[in-house]
């Protein structure tokens, strides 16, 4: 038996009712794998709010410390909204990134054969996509300083954010999506604005370097972010592992995940540095939020949850023969007509979120035989 530290953070809204279609998927890796995660919950965001009046305490974040992967439910909804700044149930997600030092985020956009169709691009085109952006997370623009408004001495007011970025930053960023390409498709576009910006030189030259000393056997190429933009709904299938910095990947990984579909099938993972063996602080959610207006109905997606949780499988544990058994069940049980609400289409079966779960991991049943 191998045991992994999970903590998971159902949340609010939504939240615990798709982190619940995981703890079926957890019960049968122990119940047929073998595999026991020591597996503990905390509370974040508004629920930690009600008991705790606070949206993340210290003690759910040594928590966090303590685990080899945090999986996030979702936070947030109207009960908190006129909450001060401080204590807001999104506060609690910010600490969790930012103590955990999560300077990677990696957003896939891949489409289910079975969903094509529901992309707003047309179906042969995004067929069979599968891409990976990792955006910076923890620097430039949004970061960066000087930052602020002032007034001028003409009355005139004046905004101001800096764009920057250090050697390190840059190298640390490429070096996860050079080993993610690795395990992947062997190949990076790595994007930035290098004809305007200096910063965007510096990031050119710095991925190139750490290319040619660590990764030459990765297919490198380098392309403008506005490229990049066009290239993404003209093209998508060319690429595999996209780089980028925090503005360009906040906007690019939203304009790939439309490509999809749905918000309800999209998983995310956000990654911190390595320690001495190699492994990552890791936090796995998926990109929809708390959903208050379905919440408490059992008519959520939990998959976007589950393929987050398959992400933990693959890059937190190193378990790819179990990531790619619940992405296959995921798939079969697609292809067989079952649909949640917000992936409906004409002639399939709408089912409930836990029908969905039990729907999955009978399907893991039947593929592990
Ligand atoms: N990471 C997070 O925890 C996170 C992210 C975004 C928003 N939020 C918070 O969530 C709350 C609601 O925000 P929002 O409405 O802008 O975004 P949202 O993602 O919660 O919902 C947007 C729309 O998509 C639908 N939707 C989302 N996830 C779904 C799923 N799994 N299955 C079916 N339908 C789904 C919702 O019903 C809603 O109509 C706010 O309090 C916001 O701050 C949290």
């Not at 079926?24 to 047929?32: E, F, N």
């Not at 909204?81 to 204590?87: A, E, K, M, P």
């Not at 954010?161 to 490429?174: G, K, L, M, P, W």
Request: charged share 25%; aromatic share 6%.
């Amino acid at each position: 038996m191998s045991t992994k530290k999970l903590l998971i953070l159902a949340g609010d809204g939504i939240g615990p009712e798709v982190m619940a279609q995981v703890r079926r998927v957890i019960d049968w890796m122990a119940k047929k794998r073998h595999i026991a995660f020591d597996v503990s919950e905390g509370l974040i965001g508004g629920a930690s709010y009600d008991k705790f009046g606070h949206p993340l305490t210290d003690e759910t974040m040594q928590d966090a410390f303590a685990a080899d992967a945090v999986l996030l439910g979702a936070v947030g909804g109207p009960k908190w909204d006129n909450l001060s700044f401080d204590v807001k149930p999104e506060r609690g997600l910010l600490r969790l990134r930012k103590d955990l030092e999560l300077f990677a985020n990696l957003r896939p956009a891949f489409v289910f054969d079975a969903l094509a169709e529901a992309s707003s691009l047309k179906t042969d085109l995004v067929k069979g996509l599968d891409i990976m952006i990792v955006r910076e997370l923890t620097g430039g623009v949004y970061f960066g300083q000087p930052r602020g408004i002032e007034t001028l001495p003409n009355g005139e007011r004046r905004g101001v954010n800096t764009q920057v970025y250090t050697t390190s930053e840059i190298v640390r960023i490429a070096d996860v999506a050079f080993d993610l390409a690795k395990k992947r498709g062997n190949k990076v576009h790595s994007v930035e604005k290098a004809n305007v910006m200096e910063s965007g030189v510096l990031w050119r030259e710095e991925v190139q370097k750490l290319h040619d000393a660590k990764y030459p056997s990765v297919e490198l190429q380098h392309m403008y972010a506005d490229n990049c933009a066009m290239q993404l709904v003209r093209a998508p299938k060319q690429f595999d592992v996209i780089v980028t910095d925090n503005l360009f990947g906040d906007i690019l990984s939203d304009c790939a995940a439309m490509l999809t579909g749905s918000l309800g099938m999209l998983p995310s993972a956000s990654l911190g540095a390595a320690d001495a063996k190699g492994n990552r602080r890791a936090v796995y959610e998926p990109v929809h939020g708390s959903a208050p207006d379905i919440a408490g109905k059992d008519i959520a997606n939990p998959l976007a949850t589950l393929l987050s949780f398959a992400m933990m499988l693959r890059y937190s544990f190193d378990m790819r023969a179990e990531a790619d058994l619940l992405e296959q069940a995921v798939k079969n049980v697609l292809d067989g007509g079952l649909r949640t609400g917000d992936i409906m289409q004409a002639g399939k079966a709408k089912v409930s979120t836990t029908v969905m779960g039990e729907s999955i991991v009978r399907e893991m049943d039947k593929l592990a035989g």
